[in-house]
């Protein structure tokens, strides 16, 4: 871009061969602050540094922008992401932060060696102090959302704790909470979040540290998002305390459980609205389930392990339970790959009386369904014949 008319934002003329003039217009510099801002907000955070060569008028509008994306792909060494943080964090104006996202990926060999030595997985060295940084700006400039993404775990046991992350954090009015790669220990169900609206957990470790019942979430009296994927909970958790996991939430009106490993979970939503279930490997047992004004539910099972006979009991055990919980949907979505795996344990649909009284709408995505499995779906239902739909 020719910005020869400089910081005014003139307009500046060439002359073509054919000895037209044609005008040209900086119109960057002529955007209101507020739309630069919002544009900014939607790159990453270096990215918006970069634009401040684009004019002088650009120059310093990353330090306005709303929402930070930090993420050290694009670094060559962690050692440079950390101190690009630490610039931003201190040269930024001090205005309110609506949404941080950090994600940190796998860090370089050499350095990982070195904080191995200092310290591993939850321990004190420098990564420690670096991401309980972030979480302290984010909540001190009254974030609404804070997105933490730690790809570099790759063993669930060397999790950072949430205790260790968020044990000197208070006052947070967070709205929005995301973090992937932590271990979700008792601090949690102590911490308290009094705004929190919707919470995401990603390939994170959730583990005890007494025995008893594990009830994370029912100190959050305004959840009403819950997002498990990829979340293992260990019945023998940290210090070896045996524990129960139970989801709770007064105020809960959507759930979604994906993949989630478990030896014994229940769950108590009354005002639960919507359920999404998609179950591929590992072990899942339900002990309780209770959603007695359950409207929509989708269930997804890509069970390799349906075809081995010594897992179909366990897996049985799981849909029944599953199935009796779903008792009071009003509308159910089945995919193809769930049908399939039904019709390999038929005892579920043979054997017993439909669960599903209140059933009114039944969405199959499957070319073919087996008329003793339709049957079993929509026999239940006592006031009206259920709506059967293929998509």
Same mark, same amino acid.
């Given at each position: 871009?020719?910005?020869?008319?400089?910081?005014?934002?003139?307009?500046?003329?060439?002359?073509?061969?054919?000895?037209?003039?044609?005008?040209?217009?900086?119109?960057?510099?002529?955007?209101?602050?507020?739309?630069?801002?919002?544009?900014?907000?939607?790159?990453?955070?270096?990215?918006?540094?970069?634009?401040?060569?684009?004019?002088?008028?650009?120059?310093?509008?990353?330090?306005?922008?709303?929402?930070?994306?930090?993420?050290?792909?694009?670094?060559?060494?962690?050692?440079?992401?950390?101190?690009?943080?630490?610039?931003?964090?201190?040269?930024?104006?001090?205005?309110?932060?609506?949404?941080?996202?950090?994600?940190?990926?796998?860090?370089?060999?050499?350095?990982?060696?070195?904080?191995?030595?200092?310290?591993?997985?939850?321990?004190?060295?420098?990564?420690?102090?670096?991401?309980?940084?972030?979480?302290?700006?984010?909540?001190?400039?009254?974030?609404?959302?804070?997105?933490?993404?730690?790809?570099?775990?790759?063993?669930?046991?060397?999790? *950072?704790?949430?205790?260790?992350?968020?044990?000197? #954090? /208070?006052?947070? !009015? +967070?709205?929005? &909470?995301? $973090?992937?790669? =932590?271990?979700?220990?008792?601090?949690?169900?102590?911490?308290?979040?009094?705004?929190?609206?919707?919470?995401?957990?990603?390939?994170?470790?959730?583990?005890?540290?007494?025995?008893?019942?594990?009830?994370?979430?029912?100190?959050?009296?305004?959840?009403?998002?819950?997002?498990?994927?990829?979340?293992?909970?260990?019945?023998?958790? *940290?210090?070896?305390?045996?524990?129960?996991?139970? #989801? /709770?939430?007064? !105020? +809960?009106?959507? &759930?979604? $459980?994906?993949? =989630?490993?478990?030896?014994?979970?229940?769950?108590?939503?009354?005002?639960?609205?919507?359920?999404?279930?998609?179950?591929?490997?590992?072990?899942?047992?339900?002990?309780?389930?209770?959603?007695?004004?359950?409207?929509?539910?989708?269930?997804?099972?890509?069970?390799?392990?349906?075809?081995?006979?010594?897992?179909?009991?366990?897996?049985?055990?799981?849909?029944?339970?599953?199935?009796?919980?779903?008792?009071?949907?009003?509308?159910? &979505?089945?995919?193809?790959?769930?049908?399939?795996?039904?019709?390999?344990?038929?005892?579920?649909?043979?054997?017993?009386?439909?669960?599903?009284?209140?059933?009114?709408?039944?969405?199959?995505?499957?070319?073919?369904?087996?008329?003793?499995?339709?049957?079993?779906?929509?026999?239940?239902?006592?006031?009206?014949?259920?709506?059967?739909?293929?998509?």
């Amino acid at each position: 871009m020719d910005n020869s008319s400089g910081e005014s934002g003139e307009a500046v003329k060439s002359r073509s061969v054919g000895g037209n003039t044609t005008t040209y217009s900086d119109r960057l510099s002529h955007l209101p602050d507020f739309i630069i801002h919002h544009i900014l907000s939607f790159v990453d955070t270096k990215c918006a540094v970069q634009t401040s060569v684009l004019s002088r008028g650009w120059r310093y509008s990353w330090k306005h922008v709303p929402v930070l994306i930090l993420h050290n792909s694009s670094f060559g060494q962690y050692s440079s992401f950390e101190r690009f943080v630490d610039n931003v964090l201190s040269l930024r104006h001090p205005f309110n932060v609506r949404e941080m996202i950090y994600t940190v990926i796998y860090p370089p060999e050499e350095e990982e060696e070195e904080e191995e030595e200092e310290g591993e997985g939850g321990g004190e060295g420098e990564g420690d102090s670096q991401f309980v940084k972030l979480i302290k700006y984010a909540v001190s400039h009254d974030a609404h959302r804070l997105v933490l993404k730690l790809f570099f775990i790759m063993v669930p046991e060397d999790s *950072y704790r949430f205790s260790d992350l968020f044990s000197t #954090i /208070s006052n947070c !009015r +967070l709205k929005t &909470l995301e $973090l992937y790669g =932590v271990g979700i220990d008792s601090g949690f169900e102590s911490y308290g979040f009094p705004m929190l609206t919707t919470l995401k957990l990603g390939q994170c470790l959730l583990a005890s540290d007494k025995d008893g019942v594990f009830d994370p979430f029912s100190i959050l009296p305004c959840l009403e998002n819950l997002v498990l994927s990829h979340c293992n909970h260990l019945d023998r958790g *940290y210090l070896g305390h045996v524990s129960r996991l139970k #989801i /709770s939430g007064l !105020r +809960l009106l959507r &759930l979604k $459980l994906d993949s =989630v490993w478990s030896t014994s979970l229940e769950i108590f939503a009354p005002r639960l609205k919507s359920f999404r279930f998609h179950h591929d490997m590992g072990e899942l047992k339900f002990s309780k389930l209770s959603f007695p004004i359950l409207d929509h539910a989708v269930i997804q099972i890509d069970d390799e392990s349906s075809f081995m006979e010594e897992d179909k009991e366990r897996l049985m055990d799981c849909v029944i339970t599953l199935f009796q919980g779903l008792s009071n949907a009003t509308t159910l &979505l089945l995919d193809s790959r769930t049908v399939e795996v039904l019709t390999i344990i038929p005892e579920i649909i043979e054997q017993r009386p439909s669960p599903f009284t209140r059933l009114k709408t039944l969405i199959v995505k499957a070319d073919s369904v087996p008329y003793t499995l339709l049957n079993y779906f929509l026999k239940g239902s006592s006031s009206t014949k259920p709506t059967l739909e293929f998509v």
